[in-house]
DNA sequence: CACACTATTGCAAACGTTTGCATTAAGTTC
DNA sequence: GAACTTAATGCAAACGTTTGCAATAGTGTG
């Protein structure tokens, strides 16, 4: 069996130094002598030595932690299953670990009612990062205003007093709404919910270039929930009931677009000829679907290294604000 | 600003009792009067009071975190975006927090060389899943020889000195073919990569069912890396060359399966008029793609359950071992 | 050589829990 | 009422780090 686990003051008494020696060695403190650190460092390397984190964390109050909570819809305790979502947490990942981070990754469910006491008194993370679009204002107010280092991925714009990162949604509407009215579209609609803050930003992007086109009589809105499914069953009614009285889709979501996609397909309309269709992210499969999709996509990488940077410079004291991360349009067959 | 961190002691002097006290009664020691306990719980409630959890961490020597470690391929430190893995994941959060532990995300890049030494000694969790199929072996066999409680999602009928939990993919395989035989299917090819663990027992699956028809001269194997890209470049690449000499696609996975797909849309090959296809892993798109997907679904979230589980019982001290978690054909319009 | 200085190292306290053992209070038995 | 049991609580040590301060050794100066 692995024998007893070596702490620090056995490695010392094995270099023949101190523990505080030891401990100084280990973080490279210019104190020890460099001759000392290193043979202390190579020491511990040989041995498998590593430091007790919890103590670690104990002495230090800090625990080089960055909690990730994903935002649950509603009390459902269901697992999130947007693709766009979790491409998002493991973009953080990357970067929380390239800042020497460790990353836990929690939920509504976990955290409770009380964020700062769970995450931040009870020493389990340095700060927290949000992620989704979710209704838990309240508690993230509660929690703000706690003082806890929060950063969340939202729409920047929504006027809050936390700092949030996301994608210019407003733009993201705009660019993806003229793209299909150089398309040659007349008669576009909107798929989406515009209540939603980010969504809403893209809705009125999507709005400001239709009333810049003066085609405001033709467009049109339809609202649903911003599933692929939802999408599915909503354009279909719509086909049935109104028949096809419009020629451009701009989705809220890659998701989205692609349940659209679906249902005209399954109904002859020919993409991109009848309707030509934009979606939003740029998910995996909007490559992989046929036609490929045309779509806005959102720089989650860049978006991650930008959450995990203003995080900590929160964490040390820095003044930051809310910014947004460029997208850009990434044309495929499908307008 | 939020007043200072109220520490177990405070609490208890708030309450009149001794710090011992207080610790029972929050962790619902019968030593303590029930009146007592339910008072200070209470209390500590409207305080807003957590456990400072780094200094419960190192008193008990536990830690109630299992770390989920993701096999990245090689050390190119790409982040993951096959969503059926990202749903595997997600999946085990549910589990692990449902049994009261929290999840640590983690990933080949940050353990290093000794997962062991990083993880167990240092305090960071009490146990270690390992999702991916990886390159990883050495590292995993020296963990798991160092008593590491570990337990990895893999194919279970891998011969290993670990726990494996996993489907039964060589009965995804049969089932799979099966089902293109069934349908019709004369010519049937396998596309992915049979030298991977997973992979190879679904094409062991594939083959024996081939051969017990018969069909072992019509039959075709394309090995690719295991990617959508992948699997459309090659499906291209084949029909330029060989011409549709095949009728059926046992496909290594949904995101192979899809790739395919629109290899075969763009040249107006017809499916599954054609060309049969079935996935595996029903991941969201396998729904929503034109024509659907049939598919072996992964039943994840038992799968995440189960993970789980024997993680705990193995930190109990019991004797576990591996298991399959049942699979099922998902028929839609592919086939 | 005494002095002041600097470069290294060690001592010991503190971080906030949990828990074995001792203690007190209350109840029971003869 | 003494002796004994049981119930409830408190004392103090321990978990393994990090770090302010003290101490020592080494170096150069007048």
């Not at 679907?289 to 779509?295: A, E, N, R, W």
């Amino acid at each position: 069996m692995p024998q007893k686990k070596l702490k620090l003051a056995d490695l010392a008494k094995l270099a023949g130094v101190s523990t505080s020696t030891a401990s100084r060695a280990l973080n490279d403190n210019p104190l020890i002598k460099q001759e000392t650190r290193e043979r202390i460092q190579q020491l511990a390397k040989m041995h498998n030595f590593s430091l007790n984190a919890a103590a670690s964390r104990l002495r230090l109050q800090k625990t080089k932690v960055i909690a990730v909570l994903i935002n649950l819809d509603a009390e459902t305790e269901q697992s999130i299953d947007d693709p766009f979502l979790l491409k998002v947490v493991s973009d953080i990942n990357l970067a929380v670990n390239r800042q020497g981070y460790e990353l836990l990754l929690s939920n509504s469910y976990m955290a409770g009612e009380d964020w700062y006491g769970y995450f931040i008194d009870g020493r389990r993370a340095d700060g927290v990062i949000v992620v989704g679009q979710g209704k838990q204002q309240a508690r993230i107010d509660r929690a703000s205003e706690a003082g806890m280092p929060l950063v969340v991925w939202g729409d920047p714009k929504t006027e809050a007093d936390y700092v949030i990162v996301g994608s210019d949604n407003f733009l993201g509407g705009k660019v993806a709404t003229q793209h299909l009215l150089d398309k040659g579209c007349k008669k576009p609609l909107f798929l989406g919910e515009p209540e939603h803050a980010e969504l809403g930003e893209r809705y009125k992007g999507f709005s400001y270039v239709i009333a810049q086109a003066g085609l405001a009589e033709q467009a049109q809105l339809l609202k649903i929930d911003i599933t692929s499914q939802a999408a599915y069953d909503s354009i279909n009614r719509k086909l049935r009931s109104d028949g096809l009285d419009f020629d451009g889709i701009c989705a809220c979501s890659d998701m989205v677009a692609l349940g659209a996609m679906k249902a005209l397909k399954e109904r002859y309309v020919s993409i991109p000829n009848d309707v030509r269709i934009v979606g939003f992210d740029d998910i995996a499969m909007a490559d992989v679907s046929f036609p490929s999709l045309t779509t806005i996509k959102q720089d989650t990488k860049k978006a991650g290294e930008l959450l995990v940077e203003k995080l900590l410079a929160q964490l040390a004291g820095e003044e930051v604000s809310s910014s947004q991360v460029a997208i850009s349009l990434v044309e495929r067959q499908s307008s």
